[in-house]
Nanobody, 112 residues
Framework: QVQLVESGGGLVQPGGSLRLSCVASGFIFSNYAMNWYRQAPGNEREWVAGISNGGRTTNYAASVKGRFTISRDNVKKTVYLQMNSLKPEDTAVYYC?????WGQGTQVTVSS
């Protein structure tokens, strides 16, 4: 079955960086676009970034554009989210999504 496992979250100070990873299994990873979403307490889940199956096309939410970078390695079946210049409002549980399936999420907390 489809499985997505995120990692890389943690506590970071404002202005810091983190790189999230999501390892996929159970489907032909290179055939599917992948996305990152996030959900802060009391908020709805929101889309953050997406990448095409081949990795040539990326898109970002306005709130993260210029600070976050999505990438993928189809050999490793992994999608990444490099997050720079982090702000307290980036605090959320981050989820990867692919083939209409979701991972369990990884917590990112931005606080001094």
């Amino acid at each position: 079955q489809v499985q997505l496992v995120e990692s890389g979250g943690g506590l970071v100070q404002p202005g810091g960086s983190l790189r999230l990873s999501c390892v996929a299994s159970g489907f032909i990873f290179s055939n599917y676009a992948m996305n990152w979403y996030r959900q802060a307490p009391g908020n709805e889940r929101e889309w953050v970034a997406g990448i095409s199956n081949g990795g040539r096309t990326t898109n970002y939410a306005a709130s993260v554009k210029g600070r976050f970078t999505i990438s993928r390695d189809n050999v490793k079946k992994t999608v990444y989210l490099q997050m720079n210049s982090l702000k307290p409002e980036d605090t959320a549980v981050y989820y990867c999504e692919g083939k209409s399936s979701w991972g369990q999420g990884t917590q990112v907390t931005v606080s001094s």
